[in-house]
């Protein structure tokens, strides 16, 4: 008697969910603000490194400055296109840039030849990242009450998932935080079109123990200001012209002069939910032969054998599937 191959993918689905990886910095070299285009800005700094696909223009302005950002990268800037910098500095790292360089009244840094940036794979991988984030379900809740937000969560630490309107936070003045562990993971999935924090002038010291990404998929335009954690909006443009960020930044198009500080970069995390394991594969033609009625074994036996049949399988598999770039 033959097991079929449909019984056989049941059985293995019934395992437990594995859990996905969530990596803000591999894919743009732990860059401290990434723009799948362009980047402009007409005065501030970036204390780390400045990742762009597109065109960077800027004046006044200081890229990788600051002590604790030189460890991360060796590049203090990469631009798929041209670099315009009238006025200030790249510091600590080389620049590499896919087009012309128009450098004016500002030191040279060392040039390389070689680009450190797949620009497609990136794009790529942060559009599918923040889509993928935001269909995970919520472990915790945000709310309102005398018009501060009331962020509630699990209270068993690790990662917490908060699933939210933009218009929560657009005028709230405070932060008010339960059931949450110091140093756990706070992942905010936030909808709208239009996002804008602090309005409400609210401060974000309370975050400032927690490892926080703020996830923006619907976003096209975006204005974050003060805030503490890292921001993922890959469709959107930023055009703010005051502020601080504090964390890492993945965005469209920047075009603003928030500043932007290279601490509380967001730390990979293991998250149940996300990106579960992919689909078992079944070698061409398998031959799975039942045990006769008698050498059944009790249920939990019989789930580990299935399970160690399947992962026999798709080891033999394995050797025939193209290697993958890793999302």
């Known amino acids: 008697m033959r097991l079929s191959i449909l019984a056989l993918a049941a059985i293995l689905a019934t395992g437990t969910a594995q859990a996905g990886v969530i990596d803000l910095g591999s894919m743009m070299g732990n860059a401290n603000i990434y723009t799948i285009r362009n980047f402009s800005a007409t005065s501030s700094d970036v204390e780390g490194t400045v990742v762009a696909g597109g065109n960077v223009n800027?004046?006044?302005?200081?890229?990788n400055a600051a002590p604790n950002a030189n460890a991360r990268n060796e590049y203090a800037l990469v631009a798929g296109g041209n670099v315009n910098l009238k006025g200030g500095s790249i510091d600590n790292g080389k620049m590499y840039a896919g087009g012309s360089v128009?450098?004016?009244?500002?030191?040279?840094?060392?040039?390389?030849?070689?680009?450190?940036?797949?620009?497609?794979?990136?794009?790529a991988y942060y559009q599918a990242l923040s889509n993928d984030l935001s269909?995970?379900?919520?472990?915790?809740?945000?709310?309102?009450?005398?018009?501060?937000?009331?962020?509630?969560?699990?209270g068993l630490g690790g990662v917490d998932v908060f699933n939210v309107s933009a218009d929560i936070f657009r005028t709230s003045h405070t932060w008010n935080l339960e059931k949450l562990v110091k140093g756990q993971t706070l992942i905010f999935n936030i909808s709208g079109a239009n996002a804008t924090f602090n309005d409400g002038g609210v401060s974000f010291e309370p975050l400032k123990d927690y490892n926080v990404l703020f996830n923006f998929p619907d976003a096209v335009s975006l204005n974050v200001k003060g805030i503490i954690g890292s921001v993922l909006a890959?469709?959107?443009?930023?055009?703010?012209?005051?502020?601080?960020?504090?964390?890492?930044?993945?965005?469209?198009?920047?075009?603003?002069?928030?500043?932007?500080?290279?601490?509380?970069?967001?730390?990979?995390?293991?998250?149940?939910?996300?990106?579960?394991?992919?689909?078992?594969?079944?070698?061409?033609?398998?031959v799975i032969v039942a045990p006769d009625p008698a050498d059944v074994p009790e249920p939990g036996t019989l789930a580990l054998m299935f399970a160690g049949v399947?992962?026999?399988?798709?080891?033999?598999?394995v050797r025939r599937l193209p290697v993958q770039a890793c999302a």
């Open 234 to 286: 890959p469709n959107a443009t930023v055009d703010a012209n005051w502020g601080v960020i504090n964390g890492q930044v993945i965005v469209d198009t920047w075009n603003s002069t928030i500043q932007v500080n290279s601490n509380h970069y967001f730390t990979p995390v293991n998250l149940a939910g996300f990106r579960d394991a992919p689909p078992v594969v079944i070698p061409d033609d398998p």
């Open 58 to 63: 800027i004046s006044s302005y200081s890229i």
């Open 135 to 154: 269909k995970v379900q919520s472990t915790g809740t945000v709310g309102t009450l005398w018009g501060g937000s009331v962020v509630t969560g699990s």
């Open 102 to 123: 128009d450098l004016q009244w500002a030191a040279q840094p060392q040039r390389s030849s070689e680009n450190p940036i797949d620009f497609v794979a990136a794009a």
């Open 310 to 317: 399947g992962m026999a399988m798709a080891a033999r598999r």
